[in-house]
C-alpha cells in the first residue's frame, strides 16, 4: 500500500497543497479518490496516472481500474491456488467473477460460486465457475453446505461481497489445516469480524487485499498487454453502456443487480 496515495474518500483535494482544480460558480468541485473520470479533462497526482499502450480501446481497458482485475489479483496474487485445487466465490459481481477467472486460470478444478441472486449464476459459467450455491436454498449455515460438498472445506475461499456475514462464512468455508480465505469487499466501518480462535489454531490461514494487490502504475500496462495478447477477455465484464446523459441507468442496473460493468461514454451519445 502506498503511504502517500493510500485510499482516503474524505480528502477530496490535490496532496501538494490540499486544494481542487475545478469549481463552479466560484465553488469547489471536489477529486474523488484522486482521478474524478466523471469528466473528459481531469487533473490527478503523478502517482495516479498509468501509461498503456496507446493502440488498446479504452471502452475495454477501461474495466481494469477496479473490478475485473481486482479479483483476477484475489486469486492470482494472493489466494495463489494450485492446480486441480477447489476454490470458493463469494459473490458473483464483477470482483467475483473476476476472482472466479483468476482460480480458472490458476486450473482450479472446482469453482464454487456463492450468491443470493440465482440470476447470476448462468452468466458465471463463462468465467470458470462449475457450480453455484445459494444460501436462501438451504436452512443451515452455508459454510457448513460447502463443507459436506467439499469433505471439509475448499481449499481456498475469496470473498467478494463487503457483507462481514460473507467474510466470515467464506473463512469457515476453508478445509482446517491448509484452508485459505481471502478478504476482498470493503465492509462498513463500524462492521465487526468474528470467529472461534480455534479456527485460527486449526491451521486456517486468512489474508486481505487491496486491489488484488497490484500496483497500479507498474502493474496495470501488463494487465493491457494480456488483453491485447487475447490472455484475458475483458468483453465478457461489460454488460452494458451507456451516454454520460444517462449515468443513472447505470446506477439503476447497479443496485437491480442486473449488470457487471456498464461502461459510460462520456463524449458523445
Known sequence: MCDLLRINTDRGVMIHDGKTRFSKDGKPIYHFLGTSTFSEYTVAHVGCVAKINPEAPLDKVCVLSCGASTGMGASLNVAKPKKGSTVAVFGLGAVGLGA???????????IIGIDLNSDRFEKAKLFGVTEFINPLDYEKPIQEVIAEKTDGGVDYSIECTGNVKAMIQAFESCHDGWGVAVLVGVPHSDAVFQTNPVNFL?????????YGNYKPRSDLPGLVEMYMDEKI??????????SFADINKSFDYMIKGESLRCVINVIGN
Do not use: C, M
Open 100 to 110: 472466479a477467472e483468476g482460480a480458472r486460470i490458476a486450473g482450479a478444478s472446482r
Open 202 to 210: 486449526t491451521e486456517r490461514t486468512l489474508k486481505g487485499t487491496f
Open 233 to 242: 477477455e475483458l468483453e465478457k465484464f461489460i454488460t452494458h453502456e451507456v
